[in-house]
């Protein structure tokens, strides 16, 4: 073709003064190469999300999972009409397995923490419950109101108050995000709790029971393991749950004490919440809500049948007495 003095191609001159829509002139111009050479490299783009969409869809069937298009092409999705992850139904309890959440590793990681955390905090709460509770009834302590008032003390405080103090404790040791570090900052919330139920317990036990075995020649330890701690066992199991159930429910002390690898389930809870609504909360909301009652309905059971226990053993005490040559026992 002809080219001006400039290098371009001429321009071209109509063919005719009233052009028609058939007319070449009438006609609008073609797309150019570089118009083409994007529709092209999109059209590639949009065939590569089909296929690797299409491949993740296989390796993982469950239709909660999104696909890396849903994440890395959201905004083409979206105009495709595929629907997005918030439009999916919500899944069931197996959230709390991991199994139907983007990011499900973090659910089992936190509830197995959150389970040896609490297992550890029920262990000190009761040993710290039994000593307390025993010194505070079977003992000529001086203050005892004062010293119980003081062991009831962490229940008083602001629990953001304690958490600042044990994380102003734990950071030089570097223990922040160990297990022990939190289940120590548990205890000083559950052993309270611990040592009321246990007080309680001890002080509902007739003591005549006690002074019955000791006074046939039993030692501290045999009263103790054979009368007082079988008798104690409703409240000691009634103790251990309470304890279990609040370190487990334990956010603030959590909170300052997890690091980014050690995270338990009330602040996994938290992060869901804080930056996006997860339908899997809702699942582990019902289970916390479950365990809950099913402890309830376990201490009320555990203390109907220890209070039948100890007015078997009274009956048996009075039947005893009022024998011919009870006074003598």
Not at 14 to 41: E, K, Y
Not at 112 to 138: D, E, K, Q
Not at 289 to 295: E, G, K, N, S, Y
Request: glycine share 8%; net charge positive; aromatic share 4%.
């Amino acid at each position: 073709s002809r080219t001006s003095g400039t290098g371009r191609p001429p321009r071209a001159s109509s063919c005719c003064s009233s052009p028609s829509p058939d007319c070449c002139c009438s006609r609008p111009p073609g797309p150019s190469a570089r118009a083409r050479g994007r529709g092209v490299r999109h059209d590639r783009t949009a065939r590569h999300m089909d296929r690797t969409d299409r491949a993740h869809r296989r390796r993982h069937p469950h239709p909660a999972l999104p696909g890396p298009a849903d994440h890395r092409h959201r905004r083409h999705l979206v105009r495709r009409g595929t629907p997005s992850a918030r439009s999916r139904p919500a899944p069931g309890l197996s959230a709390v397995t991991g199994r139907c959440s983007p990011d499900g590793s973090k659910w089992p990681a936190a509830l197995s923490l959150s389970v040896l955390v609490a297992s550890i905090t029920t262990v000190f709460s009761v040993v710290l419950g039994i000593t307390a509770a025993t010194a505070l009834t079977r003992s000529e302590l001086p203050l005892r109101s004062a010293v119980y008032a003081l062991v009831l003390g962490p229940l008083l405080i602001p629990q953001v108050v304690t958490a600042l103090g044990l994380f102003l404790l734990f950071e030089p040791a570097a223990m922040l995000g160990s297990p022990i570090a939190i289940a120590l900052g548990h205890t000083v919330l559950a052993s309270p709790i611990a040592v009321m139920i246990l007080v309680a317990t001890l002080r509902g036990i007739d003591e005549r029971l006690e002074d019955a075995a000791a006074s046939m020649g039993a030692g501290r330890l045999t009263v103790a393991r054979r009368i007082t701690f079988p008798l104690a066992a409703p409240g000691i199991v009634a103790a251990a749950i309470f304890s279990f159930i609040t370190s487990f429910d334990e956010f603030f002390i959590s909170q300052f004490l997890s690091s980014a690898n050690t995270v338990t389930l009330p602040v996994q809870v938290f992060n869901a919440l804080s930056y996006d609504v997860d339908p899997s909360v809702t699942a582990v909301s019902a289970v916390l809500i479950a365990f809950a009652v099913l402890a309830l309905v376990l201490v009320g059971l555990v203390r109907w049948i220890g209070s039948g226990r100890q007015h078997a053993l009274l009956s048996v005490e009075n039947t005893a007495g009022l024998a011919p040559g009870g006074d003598a026992v």
